[in-house]
Nanobody, 119 residues
Framework: QVQLVESGGGLVQPGGSLRLSCAAS????????MGWFRQAPGKQRELVAT???????NHVDSVQGRFTISRDNAKNTVYLQMNSLRPEDTAVYYC?????????????WGQGTQVTVSS
């Protein structure tokens, strides 16, 4: 059974930092593309960052230079270091594991962790 369990969310002041973690079980972690998504109230879920099995990363423009995704394949864990947080970063953050297969990719999701940026 595949499980993705996020942790590390919370309330932080603008300009502060948080580190999210996502622990995976039930998958061959190293073979999955891992990603972080977020969903703010009343908005669609959006991509934040991805990291390939080989460590190549992609961050969307809105978080470039502030957020960093990383992974530890030995610990089956992916991280999202978030610095210089802004109120607009407030959202539920979801961990995603994707394996590309024909005809459609296989996706797994965590339950989400709330991040609130407010003074």
């Amino acid at each position: 059974q595949v499980q993705l369990v996020e942790s590390g969310g919370g309330l932080v002041q603008p300009g502060g930092s948080l580190r999210l973690s996502c622990a995976a079980s039930g998958v061959i972690f190293s073979s999955y593309l891992m990603g972080w998504f977020r969903q703010a109230p009343g908005k669609q879920r959006e991509l934040v960052a991805t990291i390939s099995s080989g460590g190549s990363t992609n961050h969307v423009d809105s978080v470039q230079g502030r957020f960093t995704i990383s992974r530890d394949n030995a610990k089956n864990t992916v991280y999202l270091q978030m610095n210089s947080l802004r109120p607009e970063d407030t959202a539920v953050y979801y961990c995603n594991a994707r394996r590309y297969q024909y005809p459609i990719p296989l996706d797994y999701w965590g339950q989400g962790t709330q991040v609130t940026v407010s003074s």
